[in-house]
């Protein structure tokens, strides 16, 4: 019998729908079960591309005993973090707080006024490695509620209590300036991996924000160390085995300090900020490597993410089925054995393709399977055949049982693919990304934008089939789809894309901004929680803070707008704050701020659409590397003809009939030129 799961739209909570677990969503409904049956509330948090979210599921989720013991004690709620992220970071908050480690599945137990007294992430079905079964907790926690009433209360209470004076002040702080990011650059150095690139052990995660940091402060200073980090460390990625060497695209970290064996799941989010770090390298250095890793990272959001109604679906999963066993495990689509590269390709290209991709008749995996990388010694041979070899194992992978894709659309991640994309379009001249880019902006405005009249117009969080999700949209939402809105306005020269960033941003400061010019994850009108979540530090994807910072600043330097700009720059003094002491955990932060200092540049490209020269021009002005510059692209607009919709391209006329760019920053603008080759000059380009 489905539970009260099976009329939701998450694909995680219906994955729950036929447990035996009486699950709950999370609703008021569900609290006043819990005090008007006296129990406390089970909060169980996870996404559905999670490894043990998966594991713990079976195990006891699916278990019949353990189920009725938790519909017998508890009332118990199902959470998806990736459809309710300001519900998952107040708790997170709190087990780190408590256990100094945090991690899904997440598992919580609450009072029935939502106060959290004992926390836990994975359990499992039997005492192990030093953690008490899931059973033992359940039964542990039951007898603290019934024999000691009064302590679990004030335990509660103390932990609320804590919480709400964890409350950040950076209200006072300034604008990071030049020796702030020096700092955070020497900070960064010290945890560098030389040998292996990366930051820090295992396991190890790709660091997109701050690789981008990295090419951002090069681009700005010329420190040859910056650029060494982060084109050593995009090497090292996109020839380990947490890059699909033969499909594209990036799974979630690496278990091992040497980028070897991934977790495999991929993820929306990772993808998109790696194909634009990816993107952003080659037009840094022209690396051949960056060029085809960020192509082929375009391609597979396209290929495996693409939903029918045109935005991008979140994740694949780690697990698929073995089809020698049957069974569900872990990276079974994507590992190989010495003989099945055989079966697919005959002894010669099986025995090349062993060599090529590290494939050994040891492992580098589980059971005697290998992840495919391209080690730095592997043999060497033509391209044409390589290129047969990856196609024909392709082929052959896809008759494999696929991972499963959850397909619900996130606003922010589809904001980081449309920026990803767009960019990459244009880049390498692919119009059929900027195609798709702008069909997944197209969604997020006719599904996720909401602007009723009689309500305050918001926007929403998910949806999935074309159909809106009920959560609102948290600050991560609206300042990176306001960043991916910026970025195609750039690359299509059509302004209503600025204008609708522009509407979005608007919201930020009516509605998530502080009195001392902080920022909080949530909307003043939001679900109150036992605490407002208000982090600026970065995750696996920039964090609402920075990532409103920054589109606040290029909507201010597209539009002179003083209000964006005063915002952004007060959001920005949690950089001064954490940049030099936590680098690696604001690096969307550090790359804004480095964008604040060089300007940023303000480029107005002016010209007839169907010129050459107009495109060669906006060309030009998109591969600047100069951090954070805006570009906006349109027909020549004398000082008579008013505003049009890029408030840059006013008065902006053309140069002895030529199409013309003009560069501004800091309120003085550089000579206009007709010329590429000067433009990418005052633009500070690396010409591919």
Known sequence: MPNRLANETSPYLLQHAD?????????????????????????????????????????????EPAAAYMNEHFVNIKVDREERPDVDAVYMEAVQAATGQGGWPMTVFLTADAEPFY????????????????????????????????EVAEVAQKIVRDLAGRQLDYGKAGTPGPEELAQALLGLTREYDAVR?????????????????????????????????????????ARGGIYDQLGGGFARYSVDREWVVPHFEKMLYDNAL?????????????????????????????????????????????????????????????????????????????????????????GTFEHGTSVLQLPQDGPAVDAERIAG?????????????????????????????????AECGAYFERPDLVERATEAADLLVRVHFDAAAGRAPRLSRTSKDGQVGANAGVLEDYGDV????????????????????????????DRFTAE???????????????RRPQDPTDTAAPSGWTAAAGALLSYAAHTGSEAHRTAAERALGVVQALGPRVPRFIGHGLSVAEALLDGPREVAVVGHPEDPARAALHRAALLG????????????????????EFPLLAERTLVRDLPTAYVCRHFVCARPTTDPVELAEQLGAVRP
Not at 40 to 48: A, F, I, M, R, T
Not at 205 to 228: C, D, K, N, W, Y
Not at 521 to 530: P, V, W
Not at 639 to 644: F, L, V
């Open 516 to 530: 001392d010019g902080s920022l909080y994850d949530t909307a003043h009108d939001a679900e109150k929680l036992i």
């Open 625 to 644: 590397t100069a951090p954070g510059a805006v570009v906006a692209v349109g027909l020549p607009q004398p000082a008579e003809g008013g505003e049009g």
């Open 389 to 421: 070899i990856r196609a024909r194992l392709l082929a052959a992978r896809a008759e494999r049982p696929a991972p499963g894709r959850d397909d619900k659309v996130v606003a922010a991640w589809n904001g980081l693919a449309i920026a990803a994309l």
């Open 482 to 509: 306001a960043e991916g809105f910026l970025a195609l306005a750039a690359v299509t020269g059509e302004g209503v894309w600025l204008e609708f960033a522009g509407f979005l941003l608007d919201l930020v400061l």
């Open 274 to 362: 790696l194909c634009r770090v990816y993107a952003h390298l080659w037009r840094s250095t022209g690396s051949e490597l960056a060029r085809r890793v960020a192509l082929e990272t375009a391609d597979f959001m396209v290929r495996e993410l693409r939903t029918a109604q045109g935005g991008f679906a979140s994740a694949l999963d780690a697990d698929s089925e073995d089809p020698l066993t049957g069974e569900h495990v872990e990276g079974a689509y994507y590992a190989w054995t010495p003989a099945q590269l055989r079966e697919v390709l005959g002894e010669d290209d099986g025995a090349l393709a062993a060599g090529y991709f590290g494939v050994t008749e040891e």
């Open 19 to 63: 447990n035996p677990v009486d699950w709950w969503p999370w609703s008021p409904e569900a609290f006043a079960e819990a005090r008007e049956r006296g129990v406390p509330v089970l909060l169980s948090v996870g996404y559905s591309s999670c490894h043990w979210c998966h594991v713990m599921a079976h195990e006891s989720f699916e278990d």
């Open 197 to 237: 690139g990366g930051f820090g052990g295992a396991p190890k995660f790709p660091p997109s924000m701050v690789l981008e940091f990295l090419l951002r402060h090069h681009a700005r200073t010329g420190s040859e160390g910056a650029l060494q980090m982060a084109a050593d460390t995009c090497e090292a990625m």
């Open 119 to 150: 926390f836990g992430t994975y359990f499992p079905p039997e005492p192990r490695h030093g953690m008490p079964s899931f059973m033992q907790v359940l039964e542990g926690v039951r007898a603290a509620w019934v024999g000691r009433p009064e």
